[in-house]
């Protein structure tokens, strides 16, 4: 992953744990409305994909324990990892494109029912992304992927002096092929003459759509399409037992695309932000229509795109108050994320969204600048909120990105910067840090480190775990463990064993 220059090893923030009595008065743990329902305290785990999906979408066990394991902590609210759209091929991650995967997500709704006793509401991630190929071997590239024109041709012509590469009637494209790998094993720049940017980008990268190749039939009509596949994957979660539904606009994938400063579409879905945002508002008021008024609706998106080009806070500004405007219940802010700044993959590997400086900005680690990792991205979502308050609304905002003391939480919604306060890695490092916190037993909180070891694992499609527990005990009655048996896949339990605790 990219880091600031200045590489700057942060320590923990130093934090003074509340004693019971003090957590009940806290702001952290009161009750708030979102949408129709309510959740018992503003405390938010918010979607993680632990790549631990069957090949075909299916929920697992290994992914029932791994929301069972949140669920004890009994957070104010859970959402469970991006989960796919379409009934198509995605490997370990979760899918909710047709009726097959309802029974499977009945069950997980139930485990975490019965392992938070009722206390934590649950919603779903729904996520659409496009195609993205490995990096290509370069000759494999050229000898299959490339597909050659009248342009390479001639522009291969002029480099090699040879006139037969330009003629149009030429028909041995088995020639041009090699004489392109022999031009590149002399002086890859010479290759780069000869292909255009994006097939540059092709090779060095891999392959991957985006939603401005309208010359492709299915990104040309993706308006026309995604707002029915939304409104059926939230109609089967609500059919699920899930609470509600979270849109998932942020980072590389679809949504977040149209939504981009950086998305040109001529078509009335792109270029200035009314054309931006268009598709997005069509997908919540399908999603509503489909649903009604009762199950939560809620989006996340980002409050900074962190990439050359792309949209700032401003936009989400303006998203935020058009978001609340179309009716959704809860708005939460991200940043970056996204493909445009990726660190080149190895041959044979995807680009991920992460390795860039938007990624970083997403995750920040412990190695930072000046400003530090931590609460490093609330600032943002200050911005939405006040935006949504200035223009008379009042949905509540999820805040996230190294918050990791109460003190920090507790601050963050003093100030009026958030109303609920979410925490990725916290959570995976101490799935019950948060009651801990409600039970005056913070002294007893795993801290994150903020390393991104889970990250690294992600990045790998591997199964996400922690440093600070996943070699604790493995050898306890009942621990399930990752393929290469070196691993636990969840947290060791806890169990307060004071008297009064519950």
């Known amino acids: 992953m990219w880091q600031p220059p200045e590489r700057i090893k942060h320590a923990l923030p130093e934090t003074r744990w509340p004693s019971a009595a003090e957590a009940a008065e806290a702001r952290l743990f009161r009750p708030i409305r979102i949408g129709a329902i309510e959740a018992e305290q503003r405390t938010w785990v918010p979607a993680m994909v632990p790549w631990r999906a069957s090949a075909d979408g299916v929920v697992t066990d290994d992914v029932r324990d791994w929301y069972r394991r949140f669920a004890e902590g009994r957070p104010g609210v859970i959402v469970v990892e991006a989960t796919g ?47 993205i190929r490995r990096r290509p071997p370069r000759d494999k590239y050229l000898t299959r992927f490339l597909v050659l024109t009248p342009g390479h041709r001639a522009r291969l012509a002029e480099l090699t002096g040879d006139p037969r590469f330009g003629d149009p009637d030429a028909r041995d494209d088995g020639a041009v092929r090699v004489a392109l790998i022999e031009l590149a094993d002399r002086d890859r720049t010479l290759l780069d003459q ?30 026309a399409r ?40 001529d078509d009335g879905y792109g270029r200035d932000r009314a054309g931006r945002v268009r598709l997005p508002l069509e997908v919540i008021a399908a ?76 995750m920040p680690t412990v190695y930072s600048d000046q400003r530090g990792p931590f609460g490093r991205n609330v600032p943002l979502a200050a911005a939405v909120r006040r935006g949504l308050r200035n223009a008379g609304h009042e949905q509540p905002v999820v805040t996230a990105g190294g918050i990791a003391t109460f003190e ?44 991104n070891y889970c990250e690294a694992l992600d990045q ?12 604790v005990d493995l050898d306890q009655p009942g621990v399930t463990r990752d393929p290469s048996r070196r691993r636990r896949l969840v947290a060791p339990p806890w169990r307060p064993a004071r008297a009064g605790a519950s």
């Open 194 to 223: 000869v292909l255009t940017a994006r097939e540059r980008e092709d090779l060095d990268m891999g392959y991957r759509e985006r939603v401005t190749d309208t010359h492709l039939d299915h990104i040309r009509d993706l308006p």
């Open 460 to 471: 790998k499609h591997r199964a996400v775990t922690c440093k600070l527990w996943d070699r």
């Open 85 to 131: 759209i379409r009934d198509i091929p995605s490997g370990p991650l979760l899918r909710i494109g047709h009726d097959r995967f309802v029974p499977g997500l009945r069950r997980l709704v139930e485990t975490v029912r019965e392992a938070s006793q009722g206390h934590t509401r649950l919603f779903i991630q729904c996520i659409d992304f496009l195609t």
């Open 287 to 362: 999603v509503r229509a489909r649903v009604g008024a009762e199950p939560v609706v809620g989006v996340r998106y980002l409050g900074d795109e962190v990439i050359a080009g792309g949209s700032g806070v401003d936009d989400a500004v303006y998203f935020g108050q058009r978001f609340a405007a179309a009716g959704v219940d809860f708005l939460s802010i991200s940043t970056g994320g996204k493909f445009d700044d990726a660190k080149q993959p190895k041959v044979g590997e995807a680009a991920y969204p992460y390795t860039g400086r938007s990624g970083y900005e997403c």
């Open 226 to 265: 995604l707002p029915d596949l939304f409104a059926a994957a939230a109609e089967r979660a609500v059919a699920a037992g899930f609470d509600g539904v979270e849109l998932h606009y942020a980072h590389a994938y679809t949504m977040a695309s149209f939504l981009s400063a950086r998305n040109t579409r």
């Open 408 to 451: 920090q939480a507790e601050a963050i919604l003093a100030r009026g910067e958030a109303d609920i306060i979410a925490a990725a890695r916290q959570s995976l490092a101490d799935p019950d840090w948060f009651r801990k916190i409600e039970l005056g037993r913070g002294d007893e909180i795993r801290r994150c480190e903020f390393t």
